[in-house]
């Protein structure tokens, strides 16, 4: 497989935690692959979303097909870090909740939309 020269994807310490990205672009090309391998979108949709050029979205799929285990193991990192993200979101909102849990403010009725306050 042939990997572009004329766009060179780079990896920077300081940019996006050091995976790989188009240069100059500050988008992952596991993110960008994975919209166009996996999600099934369109090479012109990724280009327009991103304010890329086909070239550009040409060798992030070049990378990313050539890459598979890399792109694989980035994917896996995200998907731990917003699970381990979302989780520490909950475990806030509920510590949240316990230190206010003598306010019971506005709630919703359970037939309807009419916000009603409890006394």
Sequence with gaps: MRISVAIPVVSTPDVLGGKPRIEGIRVGVQQLGALVREHGWSTTAVADEFDL???????????????????????????????????????????????????????????????????
């Design 53 to 119: 050029t086909a070239d550009e979205i040409d060798a992030a799929l070049e990378y990313y097909d050539a890459n598979p285990d890399e792109m694989a193991a980035i994917a896996d990192e995200a998907a731990t870090t917003t699970a381990s993200d979302c989780a520490r979101r909950v475990a806030l909102r509920s510590n949240c909740q316990s230190r206010t849990s003598g306010y019971r403010g506005v709630q919703r009725q359970r037939t309807g939309d009419t916000p009603t306050r409890q006394v």
